[in-house]
């Protein structure tokens, strides 16, 4: 009995040295902070009650013009929230090499998948980002345009259907899902070079293990949590994140893809041809497993990671990118009116009304229409770093210590009425090029920036911008019984995500 008491004090009292020990840390470093709680740190209420952006929008108001930082706690890791435009400048620019690494998870040993290019870290990154980097020229991206033009006709046909069926339903049409079977069918076929036919049928498998990878967890939440807070520990623990069948499948598409064309000499300018000419000669050379040696080449597993990547960063951002343009552009009727008149326009232009890459780069007021888009609805609601090495913050006398989690609240710099007066207004003449000319470059950070920024971003561009062209053509947006106003967004997923999916009344013109 007594040593049970003994030993319940001695338990206690180390708790709550560890607990003063790791949430005294700002206060040593004389750094602004919000006073955290045991455990969840500054994260209460996180996916219950509020989104991560809303955490932010506390400490952004909190320390906004006060402080360029300030303190607070995912959890246990001690992270840092920038408010002050030019010290992001430094961060994501200037002082880049300090700030190399997302300290997000990734253990391509044990786990694959996770050894693509978002999650890669220090020389590893860097080679593979170099590696990468001419797969994405404005070049290829025309190229693999005229792909992305034949899935936007699918598209057109699987709207033409669901508008007939919705007929009996006041015309309500649940337009997110038909966007993300647009873009799943785009990245499958340029990533995959898989029709994948989700278009056609929705329960396809494609579809359906995309839905996965967001929905579906190889560990309960506490566990996930653990994993994304101590993602170096994790890894020394050989810890995985992706259920095998998820990393079975994305390996067999790709393995099976890259064999197909190898026997049959086919090419087809897409993604996958591009990781072929990348690949290693000698798949033992290029060293499997422990540690990555790219000088060499790729091997099948890094194919399928840096695949995998494009589809998961390909095909949620740009469907959430449309559907949230497209309830906008129903909810504003005028401005609709104007996009629908400018592609009219420009495709009487070209050759049988076709839309091609140099077309759309004449789209410039649906351009506008697209970046207060995202302005407004920024997928990624925030950007993450973190430190290196130690680093003194210029101006200041505060030091960061290496490993510190740096996050930029990109939502909330987007959201700040002095930045963008009436900031729940949509519109598109923000982003004339006058006024964005007088901004701070950082207030606009919908794909991040610096050397790191969305590699994709050119391609996430025209693929949305297809997509809207060919739907705005032929049908008319509007309100309908269920259109949520104002729009409900979910607290759960990390990205920019709405709770039930977005209603408009549909129409054919
Ligand atoms: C509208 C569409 C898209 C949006 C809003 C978007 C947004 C972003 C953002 C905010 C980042 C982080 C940048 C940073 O930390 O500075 C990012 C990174 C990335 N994105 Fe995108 N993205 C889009 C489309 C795409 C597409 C289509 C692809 C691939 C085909 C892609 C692949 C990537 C990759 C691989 C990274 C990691 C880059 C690195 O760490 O070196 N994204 N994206
Ligand atoms: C530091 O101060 C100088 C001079 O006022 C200014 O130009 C610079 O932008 C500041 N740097 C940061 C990161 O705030």
């Given at each position: 009995?007594?040593?049970?008491?003994?030993?319940?004090?001695?338990?206690?009292?180390?708790?709550?040295?560890?607990?003063?020990?790791?949430?005294?840390?700002?206060?040593?470093?004389?750094?602004?902070?919000?006073?955290?709680?045991?455990?969840?740190?500054?994260?209460?209420?996180?996916?219950?009650?509020?989104?991560f952006?809303?955490?932010?929008?506390?400490?952004?108001?909190?320390?906004?013009?006060?402080?360029?930082?300030?303190?607070?706690?995912?959890?246990?890791?001690?992270?840092v929230?920038?408010?002050?435009?030019?010290?992001i400048?430094?961060?994501?620019?200037?002082?880049?090499?300090?700030?190399?690494?997302?300290?997000?998870?990734?253990?391509?040993?044990?786990?694959?998948?996770?050894?693509?290019?978002?999650?890669?870290?220090?020389?590893?990154?860097?080679?593979?980002?170099?590696?990468?980097?001419?797969?994405?020229?404005?070049?290829k991206?025309?190229?693999?345009?005229?792909?992305?033009?034949k899935v936007?006709?699918l598209?057109?046909?699987?709207?033409?259907?669901?508008?007939?069926?919705?007929?009996?339903d006041?015309?309500?049409?649940?337009?997110?899902?038909?966007?993300?079977?647009?873009?799943?069918?785009?990245?499958?076929?340029?990533?995959f070079?898989?029709?994948?036919?989700s278009?056609?049928?929705?329960?396809?498998?494609?579809?359906?293990?995309?839905r996965?990878?967001?929905?579906?967890?190889?560990?309960?939440?506490?566990?996930?949590?653990?994993?994304?807070t101590?993602?170096?520990?994790?890894?020394?623990l050989?810890m995985?994140?992706?259920?095998d069948?998820?990393?079975?499948?994305?390996?067999?598409?790709?393995?099976?893809?890259?064999?197909?064309?190898?026997?049959?000499?086919?090419?087809r300018?897409d993604?996958?041809?591009?990781?072929?000419e990348?690949?290693?000669?000698?798949?033992?050379?290029?060293?499997?497993?422990?540690?990555?040696?790219?000088?060499?080449?790729l091997?099948?597993?890094?194919?399928a990671?840096?695949?995998?990547?494009?589809?998961?960063?390909?095909?949620?951002?740009?469907?959430?990118?449309m559907?949230?343009?497209?309830?906008?552009?129903?909810?504003?009727?005028?401005i609709q009116?104007?996009?629908r008149?400018?592609?009219e326009?420009?495709?009487?232009n070209?050759?049988?009304?076709?839309?091609?890459?140099?077309?759309?780069?004449?789209?410039?007021?649906?351009?506008?229409v697209?970046?207060?888009?995202?302005?407004?609805?920024?997928i990624?609601?925030?950007?993450?770093?973190e430190?290196?090495?130690?680093?003194?913050?210029?101006?200041?006398?505060?030091?960061?210590?290496?490993?510190?989690?740096?996050?930029?609240?990109?939502h909330?710099?987007?959201?700040?009425?002095?930045?963008?007066?009436?900031?729940?207004?949509?519109?598109?003449?923000?982003?004339?090029?006058?006024?964005?000319?007088i901004?701070?470059?950082?207030?606009?950070?919908?794909f991040?920036?610096?050397?790191?920024n969305?590699?994709?971003?050119?391609f996430?561009?025209?693929?949305?911008?297809?997509?809207?062209?060919?739907?705005?053509?032929?049908?008319?947006?509007?309100?309908?019984k269920?259109?949520?106003?104002?729009?409900?967004?979910?607290l759960?997923?990390?990205?920019l995500?709405?709770?039930?999916?977005i209603?408009?009344?549909?129409?054919?013109?």
């Amino acid at each position: 009995m007594l040593l049970t008491f003994i030993l319940l004090g001695v338990v206690l009292a180390l708790a709550s040295i560890f607990y003063l020990n790791v949430y005294s840390y700002w206060a040593r470093k004389g750094i602004p902070y919000e006073t955290p709680l045991p455990l969840v740190g500054n994260m209460k209420g996180i996916g219950s009650k509020y989104h991560f952006r809303d955490i932010n929008q506390r400490i952004y108001d909190q320390f906004k013009g006060k402080t360029p930082l300030a303190g607070m706690f995912t959890f246990l890791q001690r992270t840092v929230v920038i408010m002050d435009l030019d010290l992001i400048k430094q961060v994501l620019i200037k002082d880049f090499n300090y700030f190399q690494d997302r300290g997000a998870f990734n253990n391509p040993r044990d786990d694959p998948l996770t050894g693509h290019l978002f999650s890669l870290e220090g020389e590893e990154w860097r080679a593979m980002r170099q590696k990468l980097t001419p797969v994405f020229t404005s070049g290829k991206i025309k190229q693999m345009s005229e792909i992305v033009v034949k899935v936007g006709d699918l598209l057109v046909d699987s709207m033409d259907k669901t508008v007939k069926t919705a007929k009996v339903d006041h015309g309500d049409v649940e337009i997110k899902d038909i966007c993300a079977r647009f873009t799943t069918d785009v990245i499958g076929s340029c990533a995959f070079g898989l029709e994948c036919n989700s278009l056609q049928d929705p329960n396809a498998e494609f579809r359906a293990k995309g839905r996965m990878i967001f929905e579906r967890r190889r560990h309960p939440k506490l566990i996930q949590a653990f994993l994304f807070t101590n993602a170096k520990l994790a890894k020394k623990l050989r810890m995985k994140i992706f259920p095998d069948d998820v990393t079975e499948f994305f390996m067999s598409a790709v393995r099976n893809t890259v064999d197909y064309r190898l026997k049959n000499n086919i090419k087809r300018n897409d993604f996958i041809d591009q990781l072929i000419e990348l690949r290693a000669e000698n798949e033992e050379a290029a060293g499997k497993g422990n540690g990555i040696d790219l000088s060499k080449g790729l091997t099948l597993e890094q194919m399928a990671a840096q695949a995998f990547v494009f589809f998961v960063a390909g095909f949620e951002t740009s469907s959430s990118t449309m559907s949230f343009c497209l309830y906008e552009l129903a909810l504003n009727q005028d401005i609709q009116k104007r996009v629908r008149e400018e592609i009219e326009k420009v495709l009487s232009n070209t050759e049988g009304g076709e839309i091609t890459y140099d077309a759309l780069a004449e789209m410039t007021y649906l351009d506008q229409v697209l970046a207060e888009t995202l302005r407004k609805y920024p997928i990624l609601p925030l950007l993450t770093r973190e430190t290196n090495r130690e680093y003194k913050v210029p101006n200041t006398s505060f030091i960061l210590d290496k490993d510190t989690r740096v996050s930029i609240p990109v939502h909330n710099i987007h959201h700040d009425p002095e930045i963008y007066p009436q900031p729940e207004k949509f519109d598109p003449s923000r982003f004339e090029p006058e006024a964005v000319n007088i901004r701070h470059p950082m207030a606009y950070l919908p794909f991040g920036d610096g050397p790191r920024n969305c590699i994709g971003l050119r391609f996430g561009k025209i693929q949305s911008k297809i997509g809207l062209a060919v739907l705005l053509r032929r049908f008319k947006f509007g309100v309908s019984k269920r259109t949520e106003i104002p729009l409900i967004l979910g607290l759960r997923s990390f990205t920019l995500a709405t709770e039930n999916g977005i209603h408009l009344k549909v129409e054919s013109i």
